[in-house]
Every structure is written in structure tokens, then in C-alpha cells.
């Protein structure tokens, strides 16, 4: 990993032997085998893999959302898999924002009051109004989601997640449910609010072409991470169709 993140970035996230789990029954799924990864400060990582890779497990556990069976993960100094539930609602509610395939707006409120659902609860938040116009949307701030297309609400979605100034975005198929087109437009509001506040950001994602828009790339395979390159070269998603 000779890259300049590397070399000279800070560590947000460290995952040594991460294990998951799943049983049902007599049936026992192993979804992640040992995942040793660092994320750095202030990259743009795009995760790659087929259905049922694990890269959809990693995030959920990086982001709290899930735990580990076994091994360490490493936020900073805090350890998420031994902090217990009390570390992980404050690390959700404060250092992660999630952006998932479906946008999960709430249809009776504005695009400006879906967003201001978070600022109201947060410590140190963006006016709503900012966070929409990091993404494009300032003209549709009094917009119901009924009144937008789906690759503004997913947009509408990344400002609810960023409003808080998390120090870490994770994207779960943020592009999965949209054209390339619109989908083009997603991935340039997630490279810009990269760029502008310097938020770590991983995106996982089926699609390889969209791995040419990030600082790295980790393609996970049957639960392992099976390679990590270095982009050369990051793309801006208008370079980007599929």
C-alpha cells in the first residue's frame, strides 16, 4: 500500500483477523475470514466484490451497524468490537454517515427537512441549506422526495448523512438502484463532499468501473480481501459509464 495515504495519512480504521459469523440453525456462514485493512484520513476507497464477498458485512461492522465474531477493529484509539453498545451509538451518532441504495427519505418532509432530521440532534452540524448545496440541491430544498427524481434523492440522502460533519462516510451500492447517467451524478456529490471536507469515504460497490474514482481500491472475495491497488490516476465520475 505505497501510496501517499500511506505514507504519510493517519490511520482511521485499522481491522485486524476481522471474523463474522452467521448461523442458522445447523447452517453456518462464514462471512468474513480474517480481514486485515487500514483506512486512511481523508481517502476515497471504493470496495469491491460479487454478492456474498463480505464487503457489505465489512462496512456494516466498520460503521457499528453489526459486529464482529472475532478479531479487532480499531477506530482511532477505540477498539468498536470491544467498546461495547454505549461507544457504538456515540460512534454512529457522531463520527459515521451512511448512504444506502435506497434512500429512505421521509416522504411527508421537505428535502431541507429530511436533512435538518439530523442537524437538529447533532453537536456541531451544517445548516441544512449548506449540506444540499455541497451536493447540488440548493434550488430543491422545499422539494417532497415525490418531486424529485431518484438520483436527487440519493443526493438529498448523502446531505442528511454529511449534515452532522462526519468524519467518515460509508456507501453501501449508493449508484445500485439508478442509470449511469444518474448514477454519474451520485458518485460526483460523493467525490465532492471527499474533496471539500475531507471526509474519509468508502463505497462499495459490484460495479468495477466505478473503482477509478477512488485514491484505492479492495476487492473482497469470499470473505478476504483478495487485492488492494493504487489508482495512479483518480477519475472524476463524469469520466466514469457502465
Avoid at 469491491?48 to 480499531?74: F, H, Q
Avoid at 484509539?77 to 434512500?103: I, M, P, S
Avoid at 418532509?109 to 436533512?115: F, G, I, S
Avoid at 448514477?183 to 459490484?206: D, S
Wanted: aromatic content about 4%; overall charge neutral; charged content about 25%.
Amino acid at each position: 500500500m505505497d501510496n501517499t495515504y500511506a505514507a504519510s495519512g493517519r490511520v482511521v480504521f485499522a481491522t485486524r483477523g476481522l471474523t463474522k459469523v452467521y448461523r442458522n440453525g445447523d447452517m453456518v456462514i462464514h462471512a468474513l475470514r480474517g480481514v486485515d485493512l487500514e483506512l486512511y484520513a481523508g481517502e476515497l476507497t471504493v470496495m469491491l466484490g460479487a454478492s456474498g464477498s463480505g464487503k457489505s458485512t465489512l462496512l456494516n461492522i466498520l460503521g457499528g451497524l453489526d459486529s464482529a465474531t472475532d478479531g479487532e477493529v480499531r477506530y482511532g484509539d477505540q477498539d468498536l468490537v470491544a467498546g461495547g453498545d454505549r461507544l457504538l451509538t456515540a460512534y454512529r451518532r457522531e463520527h459515521v454517515g451512511f448512504v444506502f441504495q435506497f434512500y429512505n427519505l421521509i416522504s411527508s418532509l421537505t428535502a431541507r427537512e429530511n436533512v435538518a432530521i439530523v442537524t437538529e440532534i447533532s453537536r456541531n452540524p451544517m445548516r441544512p441549506e449548506d449540506a444540499l448545496e455541497l451536493v447540488g440541491l440548493r434550488e430543491r430544498l422545499n422539494h417532497f422526495p415525490s418531486q424529485l427524481s431518484g438520483g436527487e434523492q440519493q443526493r438529498v440522502a448523502i446531505a442528511r448523512a454529511i449534515a452532522k460533519r462526519p468524519a467518515v462516510l460509508l456507501c453501501d451500492e449508493p449508484t445500485g438502484a439508478l442509470d449511469s447517467r444518474t448514477g454519474v451524478q451520485v458518485l460526483e456529490a460523493i467525490a465532492h463532499v471527499n474533496r471539500e471536507l475531507h471526509t474519509t469515504t468508502a463505497v462499495i460497490t459490484h460495479n468495477v468501473v466505478i473503482a477509478d474514482m477512488a485514491d484505492r481500491v479492495v476487492r473482497l472475495s469470499d470473505g478476504r480481501v483478495s487485492d488492494v491497488r493504487v489508482n495512479a490516476h483518480r477519475k472524476s465520475p463524469a469520466e466514469l459509464s457502465w
